[in-house]
């Protein structure tokens, strides 16, 4: 029996846009309040680290995308 595949789990089909920009604004002001909290040393560390997780990703990406150019 094949495996079902897991759906992301998006609610843009589900929630109208105006509900959805409620809630990124929601999460933009909870992240400032955040911020407010820590100490500012904190945030450019965390934010450092957020980057560094990126351009891994970017990497890892780059190497997919160059393995399947020199297999075909």
């Known amino acids: 029996m094949p495996e079902k ?3 992301p789990r998006t609610f843009g ?3 109208p ?3 959805r920009a409620h809630l990124r604004a929601a999460r933009h002001e909870m992240r400032k309040g955040f911020e407010a909290l820590m100490p500012p040393e904190f945030v450019q560390h965390h934010r450092a680290a957020r980057k560094e997780m990126l ?3 970017r990497e890892f990406i780059n190497h997919a995308i160059e393995s399947i150019e020199s297999a075909g």
């Open 5 to 7: 595949k897991e759906q």
């Open 55 to 57: 351009l891994a990703a």
């Open 13 to 15: 089909h589900v929630l």
């Open 17 to 19: 846009e105006e509900t």
